[in-house]
């Protein structure tokens, strides 16, 4: 007999999942995918989801629904973690490292989608490569072919609202469509793919009638990169320490490289260069490749950047690599916050227009982050001194008007790990639950310094690997 599979979720871990399990155990499974949304990629709002978050965007504008969910508009920068983000030797991390390790060039070549295979080169002292996907290789749902369609059973406008127990197994779900229906779906083994926020929402919802992680810190520590525009760099080329940053051309996909940075106290983060960013063409194109349907470039103002454009076109098809404007570029840091974090995730007592409660976000920036940026601001200007780049600070840490953003890598709040208060072990289970598992980047106790999805499909890799052991 088949193993019955149920996917909560189609979007960039579940399309990931989906695809892995049918390469790797396709004639002994049926899958069924259960889908809130459906072709159209759409918001919180659109969806008749609600949240109430007042110092956070990342439930109105950090993930979307539909099928490819947020892999549909993100960025598609793939990074891993290692070594070098764990410096006090936390077991934990140490655990969430190798499993990056192991892992990692199979993920690659899986979101490469190519017959070549990519190994990611040796990075030295504190510069971490990546890889920005190209543009039709990021929406993870079209990695499903036809065929693939074919042996899927996909419900889509259909959203879980509940599990049914017996024993400490999960024997069913509820599931309700936006007119109300509901429908019952049963399966031996659940995967739980519907974003960190909703995940967290789910198993809140459920811990309140059975209390299975009473013990655990669901919905605790939520955290994310916090953004700022450190500096301004005129007039040259974008190597510091010897090392050029401008991204260069891998089969349509760019290699991006970005430095590691930690703080006195052991915060991770990581800098990294923004070019282009006043040329109104780049935008365009920018706005266009992460599917804005409207853009603020007029015509005259994309026509008007010619000379860029033409030395945009030249630079990609015959020396592989970004163009770059030399005369203006600008230095970003993104820092990880601190794990533990007083930041939470918790139910509302308002409902969404399916009736289910709302979730609200309890998120700020702490004195902590604060300070973080503050040292490692200084530490940058010595390094821009240092390197002889003729610079202007953006960042004034005597001021509390600085543009300090999240960034849409929630992390903390489904947290893995081996003590008492995490949330799923390393095999993606929800403790207490044996046929749950659960993948998002709130297994992450944090960010430290990359954009963590693709470290996410190595516990995907791990857990495959380890199946029906
Ligand atoms: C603008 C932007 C840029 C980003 N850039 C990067 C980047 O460059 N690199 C990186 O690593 N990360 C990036 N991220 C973060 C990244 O997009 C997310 O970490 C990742 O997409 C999350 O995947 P997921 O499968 O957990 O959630 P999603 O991809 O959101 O998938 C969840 C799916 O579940 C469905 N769903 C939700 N609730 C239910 C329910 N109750 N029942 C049934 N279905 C449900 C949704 O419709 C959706 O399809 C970015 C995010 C944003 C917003």
Redo the contacts with the bound molecule.
């Keep these: 007999m088949k193993i019955k599979i149920c996917i ?7 399309s990931y999942l989906t695809k892995r399990l049918l390469e790797k155990h396709g004639d002994s499974i049926d899958i069924t995918v ?4 459906n072709q159209k990629t759409q918001t919180e709002s659109e ?1 008749g989801l609600d949240s109430i978050s007042e110092n956070s965007t990342v439930s109105k ?11 549909a ?7 891993f973690f290692d070594k070098r983000e764990n410096s006090n030797n936390n077991a934990t991390w140490n655990r969430i490292i190798d499993i990056n390790d192991k892992h990692k060039n199979t993920v690659i070549n899986k979101l490469l989608g190519g017959k070549e295979k990519y190994k990611l080169p040796q990075d030295q002292n504190n510069i971490k490569t990546g890889i920005w996907l190209k543009y039709n290789k990021r929406n993870l749902f079209n990695r499903l072919n036809k065929k693939n369609l074919k042996k899927i059973n996909l419900h889509s406008d ?4 509940d599990f049914i127990f017996s024993d400490d197994k999960i024997s069913k779900l509820i599931c309700k469509s936006k007119k109300g229906q509901t429908k019952e779906i049963t399966a031996d083994i659940f995967y739980l ?4 926020l ?1 995940s967290c929402r ?1 198993l809140m919802q459920l811990n309140k009638t059975t209390g299975f992680l009473n013990s655990t810190g669901l919905g605790e520590n939520f955290g994310d990169h916090i953004s700022t525009e450190l500096f301004h760099i005129y007039q040259s080329a974008p190597i510091i320490n010897g090392i050029d940053f401008t991204p260069h051309l891998y089969k349509g996909s760019l290699i991006t490289k970005r430095m590691i940075v930690q703080t006195d106290d052991g915060i991770f983060g990581f800098l990294h260069c923004v070019f282009n960013k006043n040329i109104k063409s780049f935008k365009f194109i920018k706005e266009l490749l ?1 599917g804005k349907r409207t853009t603020t470039v007029t015509f005259s103002e994309f026509i008007s950047g010619f000379i860029f454009l033409f030395q945009f076109v030249f630079h990609l098809f015959f020396k592989q690599k970004l163009y770059v404007d030399k005369n203006l570029w600008s230095l970003q840091l993104d820092m990880e916050q601190a794990f533990p974090n007083s930041n939470k995730l918790s139910l509302a007592s308002n409902t969404d227009q399916y009736g289910e409660n709302s979730l609200h976000v309890d998120w700020d920036i702490s004195k902590h982050d604060i300070d973080s940026i503050s040292e490692m601001r200084k530490k940058v200007e010595q390094l821009l001194r240092k390197n002889n780049l003729k610079y202007t600070p953006l960042y004034n840490p005597a001021s509390t008007n600085n543009k300090v953003e999240d960034v ?2 929630p992390v903390g709040c489904l947290r893995m790990g081996h003590d008492e208060k995490a949330i799923v072990n390393y095999n993606g289970q929800v403790k207490n639950i044996k046929n749950l598992f659960h ?3 709130g297994i992450f106790p944090s960010a430290k310094s990359i ?4 470290a996410v499909c190595c516990f995907i890799e791990e857990h495959l690997e380890n199946w029906g052991k």
Aim: glycine content about 22%; charged content about 10%; overall charge neutral.
């Design positions: 909560i979720g189609c979007g960039t871990f579940g259960i889908e809130i949304g969806i504008d950090g993930r979307y629904f539909g099928f490819g969910g947020t892999s508009r993100w960025g598609g920068q793939v990074l259909l959203r879980v609202v793919t519907a974003g960190t909703e789910l992460f849409y890598h993948f998002s980047t954009n963590p999805s693709a």
